[in-house]
């Protein structure tokens, strides 16, 4: 359960780290401007496959055509010509004639006299004059490359102006429209686009006004038209002067009548063509160049086909008039926050599936379901930001798609390094536990030999010890006889030396006064020799008996009642001595442990062992630390049901690192001379190990503690 918790941990916190990295990489490019272009592309294709709309037949185009130029021989259109064409469009009463063409000067006719042309000029500005829904043109924005053109001055005075000043983006595409080009509270600010004009004057015949808003935008009946700002849709960072919007362009296909300059002169129109209209005049022959690039530009070809100014115009001026009388959806953006809670959603749906495929194995399963997911997505995706834009609303579609393929080989990615993580965990684990066996399989083969070492010495000094104890018993025997001997004469002599005190009193006294502590010093020799000699005889035995190559019988044991009299034994031991010592004995004996067979009287012999070794040196340590020091033996027993472990821990003095492995070598200790003879774990190691094929562990740190674990295999129970 643990793992798996730990597993999900690990798989969200992948899911998180890609959420994050990807939204910050995808926001970073953004802001950056690198996927602008991009986005303005895919604005483009939709335009280009929206369903067409049928043409606005409000608006009348009057084209001067490469055809009319030729024709007339004249260009720009002399005031006489243009006069004539202004009358005609005049005498059928359209609601409102907007001149996309610069007319700040006059404009003489090469086939006409000088006093004929300044007649002709004066009858231009008369229909100025005369035309109240005559609207002309200037460009007020001034630059370098593009200076300011002056409108006609009569129209000017009559406040009859507007700006022909049009807004191409960085790839030379016009996708946004003026409505005031300048918008800085200065006289030009009053001056509205060429396609707001004729629309406003359009609208107020309908009885409706502009009106402006408490935030400063202009309201047209319902419609408020808000302004362009420099991060809308998938602008980075624009030029938002003046007061600007996005243009939902028409359609791609012709959208408006038209008509050519010379079919109007000549009459070839029909009767009502402009009547209650807008009527738009403006150049459409290419010599004048006054064509631009949009969004339809590539709608009948790979050749980018270009619209002219005027028709841009009609575009704008339409775009206007149907939002406020059909309702026709503007186009609209979300907030950078909305757009940044769009992107974040489609990047976590990815994410989140790339996470559930982490628990596959194999490649082509975890890359071909977020892949194909991906692909889904994209398509969905693209499929509800088209849908949004025929309602009006333009979706950044570039960066979320760009986020959902980041998040995608992202996931991808995380989740081949979480595996290859998880792959290098389970390797080191491995090699970790082979290594772990490796070192307890050459610990068990070094204790093997060890053991393998301890039976050839046994051996070998087993046969030793056999012919040296031969060699040494009898005179050995001899010397316990002469002591003997010689401790009973000499109390026999003493005995005689008392028993004539009386007779020789003075000749004795005298004697035993210059000769008592010889013959004191005598006694206490003989009987420390004779001691010995009993100590060497008991050695002997105890070498003898522990070669003896004869089974010993076993017999069914109380493991935890032979451990309880062996206790008891060796403490009375240390009562009433100079070696008394108050330690603090603790057992902790498991109830469960059953009898077992073992060689009683030899598992005691290697307990007793073990619990003088331990008084020993608690008692040593008590002797350096009398005021803060609290000796303490420690033992217990468990069953481990195929065997039975016993602990023995003290808290004396402890074994040095580097002696441990030489405390079971024979004739090897570390007390003094004439308190060990270094045999004791050397026949205990004989006993647990040799006769009852269990194992001795030594835990030991030098100063602190010793502790010795046995373990003695079950044979059989009852």
Same mark, same amino acid.
């Given at each position: 359960?643990?793992?798996?918790?730990? *597993?999900?941990?690990?798989?969200?916190?992948?899911?998180?780290?890609?959420?994050?990295? $990807?939204?910050?990489?995808? &926001?970073?490019?953004?802001?950056?401007?690198?996927?602008?272009?991009?986005?303005?592309?895919?604005?483009?294709?939709?335009?280009?496959?929206?369903?067409?709309?049928?043409?606005?037949?409000?608006?009348?185009?009057?084209?001067?055509?490469?055809?009319?130029?030729?024709?007339?021989?004249?260009?720009?259109?002399?005031?006489?010509?243009?006069?004539?064409?202004?009358?005609?469009?005049?005498?059928?009463?359209?609601?409102?004639?907007?001149?996309?063409?610069? *007319?700040?000067?006059?404009?003489?006719?090469?086939?006409?006299?000088?006093?004929?042309?300044?007649?002709?000029?004066?009858?231009?500005? @008369?229909?100025?004059?005369?035309?109240?829904?005559?609207?002309?043109?200037?460009?007020?924005?001034? $630059?370098?490359?593009?200076? !300011?053109?002056?409108?006609?001055?009569?129209?000017?005075?009559?406040?009859?102006?507007?700006?022909?000043?049009?807004?191409?983006?960085?790839?030379?595409?016009? *996708?946004?429209?003026?409505?005031?080009?300048?918008?800085?509270?200065?006289?030009?600010? #009053?001056?509205? $686009?060429?396609?707001?004009?004729?629309?406003?004057?359009?609208? #107020?015949?309908?009885?409706?006004?502009?009106?402006?808003?408490? %935030?400063?935008?202009?309201?047209?009946?319902?419609?408020?038209?808000?302004?362009?700002?420099?991060?809308?849709?998938?602008?980075? @960072?624009?030029?938002?002067?003046?007061?600007?919007?996005?243009?939902?362009?028409? %359609?791609?296909? $012709?959208?408006?009548?038209?008509?050519?300059? !010379?079919?109007?002169?000549?009459?070839?129109?029909?009767?009502?063509?402009?009547?209650?209209?807008?009527?738009?005049?403006?150049?459409?022959?290419?010599?004048?160049?006054?064509?631009?690039?949009?969004?339809? !530009?590539?709608?009948?070809?790979?050749?980018?086909?270009?619209?002219?100014?005027?028709?841009?115009?009609?575009?704008?001026? %339409?775009?206007?008039?149907?939002?406020?009388?059909?309702?026709?959806?503007?186009?609209?953006?979300?907030?950078?926050?909305? +757009?940044?809670?769009?992107?974040?959603?489609?990047?976590?749906?990815?994410?989140?599936?790339?996470?559930?495929?982490?628990?596959?194995?194999?490649?082509?399963?975890?890359?071909?379901?977020?892949? /194909?997911?991906?692909?889904?997505?994209?398509?969905?995706? &693209?499929?509800?930001?088209?849908?949004?834009?025929?309602?009006?609303?333009?979706?950044?579609?570039?960066?979320?798609?760009?986020?959902?393929?980041?998040?995608?080989?992202?996931?991808?990615?995380?989740?081949?390094?979480?595996?290859?993580?998880?792959?290098?965990? %389970?390797?080191?684990?491995?090699?970790?536990?082979?290594?772990?066996?490796?070192?307890?399989?050459?610990?068990?083969?070094?204790?093997?030999?060890?053991?393998?070492?301890?039976?050839?010495?046994?051996?070998?000094?087993?046969?030793?010890?056999?012919?040296?104890?031969?060699?040494?018993?009898?005179?050995?025997?001899?010397?316990?006889?002469? &002591? /003997?001997? !010689?401790?009973?004469?000499?109390?026999?002599?003493?005995?005689?030396?008392?028993?004539? *005190?009386?007779?020789?009193?003075?000749?004795?006294? +005298? &004697?035993?006064?210059?000769?008592?502590?010889i013959i004191f010093n005598l006694e206490e020799k003989l009987t420390d020799s004779q001691n010995q000699v009993i100590r060497i005889n008991q050695i002997i035995q105890d070498v003898l008996s522990y070669f003896r190559q004869e089974q010993l019988a076993t017999s069914l044991t109380d493991l935890n009642s032979l451990i309880n009299k062996v206790l008891q034994s060796v403490a009375r031991q240390y009562q009433g001595t100079e070696r008394e010592c108050p330690v603090k004995l603790v057992t902790n004996f498991d109830t469960s442990v059953e009898r077992i067979e073992i060689v009683a009287q030899e598992i005691e012999k290697a307990l007793i062992n073990f619990l003088e070794n331990a008084y020993y040196t608690v008692l040593s340590k008590q002797n350096k630390n009398k005021d803060n020091y609290i000796p303490t033996i420690i033992i217990q027993t468990r069953n481990l049901f195929n065997r039975i472990e016993i602990k023995i821990r003290d808290n004396g003095e402890g074994i040095a690192e580097n002696t441990i492995s030489k405390i079971f070598e024979p004739f090897w200790t570390t007390k003094p001379a004439l308190e060990g003879t270094g045999l004791g774990l050397f026949f205990v190691h004989q006993i647990i190990i040799g006769m009852h094929k269990g194992e001795i562990l030594v835990d030991?740190?030098?100063?602190?503690?010793?502790?010795?674990?046995?373990?003695?295999?079950?044979?059989? /129970?009852?």
């Amino acid at each position: 359960m643990f793992w798996r918790l730990q *597993r999900l941990e690990k798989s969200w916190r992948g899911v998180t780290i890609t959420i994050l990295l $990807s939204c910050l990489l995808v &926001i970073l490019l953004r802001l950056s401007g690198v996927l602008q272009l991009l986005e303005w592309k895919a604005l483009d294709f939709f335009f280009l496959h929206r369903l067409p709309e049928s043409s606005d037949a409000r608006i009348v185009l009057v084209n001067i055509s490469e055809s009319d130029i030729n024709s007339l021989k004249e260009y720009p259109l002399s005031d006489e010509i243009f006069t004539n064409l202004l009358e005609k469009i005049k005498q059928q009463k359209p609601r409102v004639i907007g001149l996309d063409i610069f *007319r700040d000067f006059p404009v003489p006719s090469i086939n006409k006299k000088p006093e004929e042309n300044q007649q002709a000029y004066s009858n231009l500005l @008369n229909f100025f004059r005369s035309t109240p829904n005559l609207i002309g043109i200037a460009k007020i924005t001034d $630059s370098e490359a593009y200076p !300011s053109v002056n409108p006609p001055s009569v129209l000017k005075e009559l406040g009859q102006v507007s700006a022909a000043d049009l807004v191409v983006d960085d790839d030379g595409v016009v *996708r946004r429209g003026n409505l005031f080009p300048i918008a800085d509270g200065s006289p030009k600010s #009053s001056i509205p $686009s060429l396609g707001l004009a004729v629309a406003l004057n359009y609208l #107020s015949t309908e009885g409706i006004q502009p009106v402006t808003t408490e %935030s400063g935008w202009l309201k047209l009946k319902n419609t408020v038209f808000l302004p362009f700002q420099a991060n809308d849709g998938g602008y980075v @960072n624009t030029d938002d002067n003046g007061y600007q919007i996005l243009l939902n362009w028409r %359609s791609c296909k $012709s959208s408006f009548p038209q008509i050519s300059v !010379s079919e109007v002169l000549s009459d070839r129109i029909p009767k009502n063509l402009f009547q209650g209209r807008i009527v738009l005049v403006g150049n459409q022959a290419t010599s004048v160049k006054d064509y631009f690039t949009t969004p339809c !530009s590539q709608a009948l070809g790979t050749t980018p086909i270009t619209m002219a100014g005027v028709e841009i115009q009609a575009n704008l001026a %339409s775009q206007i008039i149907s939002a406020v009388l059909e309702e026709r959806p503007l186009l609209h953006v979300w907030s950078e926050s909305k +757009e940044y809670l769009w992107l974040v959603f489609w990047i976590v749906t990815v994410a989140i599936w790339g996470c559930q495929q982490q628990k596959r194995n194999n490649p082509f399963k975890i890359i071909i379901p977020i892949l /194909s997911l991906s692909a889904i997505e994209a398509v969905i995706l &693209i499929i509800i930001s088209y849908l949004l834009f025929l309602k009006g609303y333009w979706i950044p579609i570039v960066p979320t798609l760009f986020g959902i393929g980041v998040a995608a080989v992202m996931i991808i990615g995380s989740i081949y390094i979480i595996q290859l993580l998880e792959a290098k965990k %389970s390797l080191e684990f491995k090699v970790a536990e082979r290594t772990a066996k490796l070192e307890e399989s050459f610990k068990k083969l070094h204790q093997f030999q060890q053991q393998l070492i301890i039976k050839e010495k046994q051996a070998s000094l087993g046969t030793l010890s056999g012919r040296i104890a031969h060699q040494i018993k009898n005179p050995l025997s001899l010397i316990d006889i002469n &002591i /003997s001997s !010689s401790l009973i004469f000499l109390r026999q002599l003493e005995q005689i030396i008392e028993e004539n *005190r009386l007779i020789f009193e003075d000749i004795i006294e +005298e &004697i035993f006064q210059n000769n008592e502590e010889i013959i004191f010093n005598l006694e206490e020799k003989l009987t420390d020799s004779q001691n010995q000699v009993i100590r060497i005889n008991q050695i002997i035995q105890d070498v003898l008996s522990y070669f003896r190559q004869e089974q010993l019988a076993t017999s069914l044991t109380d493991l935890n009642s032979l451990i309880n009299k062996v206790l008891q034994s060796v403490a009375r031991q240390y009562q009433g001595t100079e070696r008394e010592c108050p330690v603090k004995l603790v057992t902790n004996f498991d109830t469960s442990v059953e009898r077992i067979e073992i060689v009683a009287q030899e598992i005691e012999k290697a307990l007793i062992n073990f619990l003088e070794n331990a008084y020993y040196t608690v008692l040593s340590k008590q002797n350096k630390n009398k005021d803060n020091y609290i000796p303490t033996i420690i033992i217990q027993t468990r069953n481990l049901f195929n065997r039975i472990e016993i602990k023995i821990r003290d808290n004396g003095e402890g074994i040095a690192e580097n002696t441990i492995s030489k405390i079971f070598e024979p004739f090897w200790t570390t007390k003094p001379a004439l308190e060990g003879t270094g045999l004791g774990l050397f026949f205990v190691h004989q006993i647990i190990i040799g006769m009852h094929k269990g194992e001795i562990l030594v835990d030991s740190t030098e100063g602190e503690y010793t502790e010795f674990t046995v373990s003695l295999p079950i044979k059989s /129970s009852n």
